[in-house]
């Protein structure tokens, strides 16, 4: 089993739909979790930071960890065109020295006028 | 200006020639990665580096090597470059800070290479 999965999709929404994109993991010792956008030809950008279990939200995205079942996901309200990008899933054990980001493999997101 | 530059943006080469790749930081943190990007395979860590003198290997560090030339450069080299290096490369950086966090990683705008 992959430390980290993401359905790579693609997915097709129509614009203001709300999305939904997901990752699991296997490591317990997750703490940390990011989701990053990346647009085509484009270095990823960090789009949301939570730690631990719970919910964050910024404007129309919502980041969600459930750590007893070892899944998050990332909710995009009245999802806009701009938004079509591929969603990076990103989690870590913590800071010090365990610097490592394990990545999902991206989703790729289309969003429809 | 960008906050982490990488140069070249575009670079085609033949197999066998050594390629460098670099890498620039404003943003003042301590740590640096480069990563590979494949359709499909996601992101791979290559090399990381916690300061100028700490330097690791990541995921898929053979047929690379890397250079932190100061607090703010790091610079990715193929020694002999090979068809299967064909890839997206991305510069990151990471520090502490106010802001930040070193679980925070902020990429470059990335290097398309081909070997053909």
């Known amino acids: 089993q992959k430390e980290v999965e993401q359905d790579p999709g693609p997915l097709s929404v129509p614009e203001g739909a709300i999305v939904s994109l997901n990752c699991t993991y296997s490591n317990s010792a997750f703490q940390y979790f990011m989701w990053y956008r990346q647009y085509s030809r484009k270095g990823p950008e960090l789009l949301m930071y939570?730690?631990?279990?719970g919910n964050k939200e910024d404007g129309r995205f919502t980041a969600q960890v459930d750590k007893s079942s070892k899944y998050i996901s990332l909710f995009i309200r009245d999802s806009q065109p701009s938004d079509s990008a591929t969603y990076l899933c990103a989690m870590s054990a913590g800071g010090g020295s365990n610097y490592k980001l394990t990545f999902g493999k991206g989703t790729l997101l289309t969003v429809n006028p | 200006d960008a906050d982490v530059t990488q140069t070249p943006r575009n670079r085609i080469t033949k197999t066998g020639k050594r390629i460098m790749l670099e890498c620039s930081q404003t943003k003042g943190h301590d740590r640096m990665y480069w990563y590979r990007q494949d359709p499909g395979l996601g992101l791979q860590l290559i090399y990381y580096s916690f300061d100028v003198k700490d330097i690791n290997k990541g995921e898929i560090s053979d047929g690379y090597s890397v250079s932190r030339q100061a607090q703010a450069k790091f610079s990715l080299s193929l020694e002999s470059a090979i068809p299967n290096q064909t890839a997206l490369y991305f510069c990151a950086t990471s520090g502490e800070g106010q802001e930040s966090s070193y679980n925070e990683q902020f990429f470059g705008p990335g290097t398309r290479l081909t070997v053909l």
């Open positions: 939570t730690y631990s279990s």
